[in-house]
């Protein structure tokens, strides 16, 4: 009897020891077969690796030899297409899709054309439907997250909320009458308002988006700053982006560049993300450095304009915190950082006379884990690593364009199309699958666009009051 008794205790240890052997874990989401770019500090790339997703966040990224140990409410089998971090687009404008492809080549766009137009038409229900087709774009684009800067940022808001997006939302000051404020102290009310009303949303940031230096007084300037501070959230801004910029600015604060008079009236801190940063000198990087601002790099929007070619790639080897952005959809057109990735490595090449400047991975690192870094985030998203948010993409490799890959970072940078992105998950959650929208009727976005798009039409081009 005492030996049956030790048997059966043996056994019933083995037992356990083979089922602790063999533990599988609970996931809610499980990608395999993939081609995995962590973006992590090491940039380490597994090749039929797997992303498994608990909840909203990554509990695992590894090779794939321990697929096994994993059990899914949802599998996405990869079949060898790329699996990377969501794309961050750090500066656009997404409620402008209503007006994309007007006026593309008016000298002095802005206040010839923009303010004129936005000063008619701009409107709650305006607002809603360009970010409604935004989003859309950007989600089927591979964004999982952007910076926007605009008016009514609290209907932006809603629509981002109903996708299921990421965004960073900075609600615009600027000194002279604008749709939703008469000037700039209703515009920073209307902020603080905004600010308050989202401030524990788990995917919304909201901000304070002062135009630029020089739309807006110093006063402004440096009470949305301390602002910032009390409420601890981001400073979205256009800086170093434009000749009349450095003019006024210059007489303003006794030849000082843009960069120099925000730092001298203590605007330059951790909270600020400043858009295009084209006119600067070493001294101005420096400083931008010092005051660990963050930068958004739109290279398709800037030499569109003939603005210039930001010095971006010096920004990115000195370390500061600098990321891809589109700008918005009036001045770069598309809206998804995919498009942006091929004029960023040629023209730095190009201004540069080098061959090898901004390579591939440089690209995709601004792209992803960068772009977080510039709106100081990268605690939260920017790479696939364990503990981090499940903001994630599958780029498909079979598309024409993209057969063969030899590199994956090559093939992203100089091959692929936003229309690529197969699968778009934020927050752990698929918000496309197989190219299909599952949190928006992509539909009903459309023809509500289309039917703003015939009251543009009828006030502002067959009128004649604002001339292309």
């Not at 019933?12 to 996931?27: D, I, K, P, R």
């Not at 020089?214 to 301390?226: A, F, H, P, R």
């Not at 199309?417 to 009727?441: C, E």
């Amino acid at each position: 009897m005492f030996k049956k008794t030790l048997l059966a205790v043996s056994l019933a240890a083995t037992s356990l020891s083979s089922a602790s052997a063999f533990a599988v874990e609970q996931v809610d989401l499980l990608i395999k077969n993939a081609t995995v770019l962590t973006m992590d500090q090491k940039k380490n790339v597994f090749e039929h690796g797997l992303v498994a997703v608990k909840d909203n966040k990554i509990v695992a990224v590894t090779d794939g030899s321990d697929l096994k140990e994993y059990e899914a409410s949802q599998t996405i089998d990869a079949d060898g297409d790329i699996v990377m971090p969501g794309l961050i687009n750090t500066h656009t404008h997404v409620s402008m899709t209503v007006f994309r492809s007007m006026a593309d080549d008016v000298p002095d766009r802005l206040h010839r054309y923009i303010f004129p137009l936005e000063s008619k038409l701009v409107s709650r229900d305006m607002v809603r439907i360009g970010a409604q087709l935004g989003n859309v774009e950007m989600v089927k684009g591979g964004v999982t997250t952007y910076a926007d800067m605009y008016y009514f940022e609290d209907e932006v808001a809603k629509t981002v909320d109903k996708i299921g997006m990421r965004a960073i939302l900075g609600e615009t000051v600027i000194k002279f009458p604008v749709a939703d404020a008469a000037n700039a102290d209703e515009g920073i009310q209307y902020a603080v308002n905004f600010i308050e009303s989202y401030k524990d949303h788990p995917r919304i940031t909201p901000a304070f988006a002062p135009h630029a230096p020089y739309t807006n007084t110093t006063e402004t300037l440096k009470k949305i700053t301390e602002l910032s501070k009390k409420y601890d959230v981001p400073v979205l801004i256009h800086l170093a982006e434009s000749e009349r910029e450095n003019q006024v600015i210059a007489e303003r604060s006794g030849g000082k560049s843009p960069v120099e008079y925000m730092a001298d009236i203590g605007a330059l801190t951790p909270n600020l993300v400043g858009a295009h940063v084209i006119n600067v000198s070493d001294s101005d990087i420096a400083l931008l450095k010092q005051h660990d601002v963050g930068v958004a790099h739109n290279m398709s929007a800037n030499i569109k304009s003939a603005k210039g070619v930001s010095p971006a790639l010096k920004m990115f080897d000195d370390g500061l915190r600098i990321g891809l952005g589109t700008d918005g959809p009036m001045s770069g057109n598309t809206i998804s950082t995919i498009d942006e990735f091929n004029q960023v490595a040629k023209v730095h090449k190009l201004v540069n006379k080098d061959r090898a400047a901004m390579p591939p991975v440089k690209v995709i690192e601004m792209a992803t884990i960068g772009a977080a870094r510039a709106l100081h985030m990268e605690d939260k998203i920017g790479s696939l690593e364990p503990g981090k948010l499940a903001d994630i993409i599958v780029v498909d490799t079979k598309a024409p364009n993209m057969v063969p890959v030899y590199n994956p970072y090559s093939a992203l940078v100089y091959s692929a199309y936003a229309t690529n992105v197969k699968h778009t998950i934020v927050d752990g959650k698929v918000l496309m699958q197989d190219r299909q929208l599952l949190t928006a009727d992509e539909k009903a976005i459309r023809d509500e666009a289309l039917r703003f798009a015939d009251t543009v039409r009828k006030t502002v081009i067959e009128s004649g009051e604002v001339v292309q």
